[in-house]
């Protein structure tokens, strides 16, 4: 059974700096193929992709964040780290964490999502 | 960036009707490789996270009624809900995974006429 959990405050300042992690289980990141996407939406609106993770350690941003984003794995843990700096209140949102796969033969998209983190960005 | 345009941005149908939301991209999304549209559709119910409903732009995710089916290849894409229920009243999104960054559409509003 393949779960996502994000975690991370829940009220950030602007100017600060946020970690989010996201802890997975049923699943690898040591397998071909497997990365880990970070996706955020703000209220009403669609969800924009942030980064994602690969199982060989590539790493791809959003355009308009890329300078402001970091994305990291633990392997051993399980886990995947998303670091968002200088934060301002239009960061505001929720974000989530979902699997997916960039094996030609089985990339079908964002099939399991956490059930995301409500991120307040306010002074 | 690929950019991903829906249209229309709501639709009210009543129920057993058709709904049919549409999605452009500005490049193809075909994958050479394998032939497959790297395109996926999303429905999302308040307070929940997006579920994936088709990828390929035409195979159901596993579980999805056999109401909805995904059409189209390159960079026109359709989601028809064939027979609406009241359980599909959601938003819709496209997505592209051809290329990184990945994008959504800005999403399509379903509602019950």
């Known amino acids: 059974q393949v779960t996502l959990r994000e975690s991370g405050p829940a009220l950030v300042k602007p100017t600060q700096t946020l970690t989010l992690t996201c802890t997975f289980s049923g699943f690898s990141l040591n397998n071909d193929g497997v990365c880990v996407s970070w996706i955020r939406q703000s209220p009403g609106k669609a969800p924009e992709w942030l980064a994602r993770i690969d199982w060989d350690d590539d790493k791809y941003y959003t355009t308009s964040l890329e300078t402001r984003l970091t994305i990291s794995k633990d392997t051993s843990k399980n886990q995947v780290v998303l670091i968002m700096t200088n934060l301002d209140p239009v960061d505001t949102g929720t974000y989530y964490c979902?699997?997916?796969?960039?094996?030609?033969?089985?990339?079908?998209?964002?099939?399991?999502w956490g059930q995301g983190i409500l991120v307040t960005v306010s002074s | 960036d690929i950019v991903m345009t829906q249209s229309p941005d709501s639709l009210a149908v009543s129920l057993g009707e058709r709904a049919t939301i549409n999605c452009k991209s500005s490049?193809?999304?075909?994958?050479?490789?394998?032939?497959?549209?790297?395109l996926a559709w999303y429905q999302q119910k308040p307070r929940q996270p997006p579920k994936l409903v088709i990828y390929?732009?035409?195979t159901r995710q596993s579980g999805v009624p056999d109401r909805f089916s995904g059409s189209g290849s390159a960079t026109d894409f359709t989601l028809t809900i064939s027979s609406l229920q009241a359980e599909d009243v959601a938003v819709y999104y496209c997505?592209?995974?051809?290329?990184?960054?990945?994008?959504f559409g800005q999403g399509t509003k379903v509602e019950i006429k």
């Open positions: 490049q193809s999304v075909l994958n050479r490789s394998n032939n497959k549209n790297f």
């Open positions: 979902a699997r997916c796969n960039v094996e030609v033969s089985t990339a079908i998209g964002l099939d399991y």
């Open positions: 997505q592209q995974y051809h290329s990184p960054p990945w994008t």
């Open positions: 390929w732009a035409s």
